[in-house]
């Protein structure tokens, strides 16, 4: 079993940055392949970026040059640096947890609980 806690959501002007960070509990952190996803009001939940075990990662278009994920295994933790923020990056951030490199939601089986990030213009 695995729990996600994410942090570092806030309010930010369009043009700025924010750190998201997951922290996860239970054992075999480093065997999990680690996600970023988002949901808009009034929007599905879209992929925005997916990091292997061994450091390599996936980004949606819409973030691709913007946003950076990391792992640190040694601290079960997954960032999200976010730079050059938009209004449209506004969403609730979830990290999730999978056993699989893939960018589709139902491949993953733990989830946090979100964290909202908020970007005016």
Not at 19 to 32: K, Q
Request: net charge positive.
């Amino acid at each position: 079993q695995v729990q996600l806690v994410e942090s570092g959501g806030g309010l930010v002007q369009a043009g700025g940055s924010l750190r998201l960070s997951c922290v996860a509990s239970g054992r075999a952190f480093r065997s999990y392949v680690m996600s970023w996803f988002r949901q808009a009001p009034g929007k599905e939940r879209e992929f925005v970026g997916v990091i292997s075990w061994s450091g390599g990662s996936t980004y949606s278009d819409s973030v691709k040059g913007r946003f950076t994920i990391s792992r640190d295994n040694a601290k079960k933790t997954v960032y999200l640096q976010l730079n050059s923020l938009k209004p449209e990056d506004t969403a609730v951030y979830y990290c999730a947890a999978g056993t699989r490199y893939r960018l589709d939601e139902n491949h993953y089986d733990y989830w946090g609980q979100g964290t909202q990030v908020t970007v005016s213009s």
